[in-house]
């Protein structure tokens, strides 16, 4: 039989692979990081985390969050 999901085990499964993909940066970037996701502002939001990150991590973490 097929399993059933409630939208918050489907919260928290994005929460957890959010937690993952930030898991091997460092404290201060990570905190940086995550308040760039709290306040997304699209575009500019993808622009300061080139400026955090680089180009290619931030690609790299865009596309491990990112809904397939």
Do not use: C, H, Y
């Not at 201060?28 to 993808?46: H, L, M, N, P």
């Amino acid at each position: 039989m097929g399993k059933a999901f409630r939208p918050e085990d489907v919260a928290k499964g994005r929460r957890r692979l959010f937690r993952e993909a930030l898991r091997d940066l460092s404290p201060d970037i990570r905190d940086a990081v995550r308040r760039v996701f709290e306040t997304w502002q699209g575009v500019e939001s993808e622009r300061q985390l080139v400026k955090l990150l680089g180009e290619e991590e931030a690609n790299r973490l865009l596309k491990r969050i990112r809904p397939v």
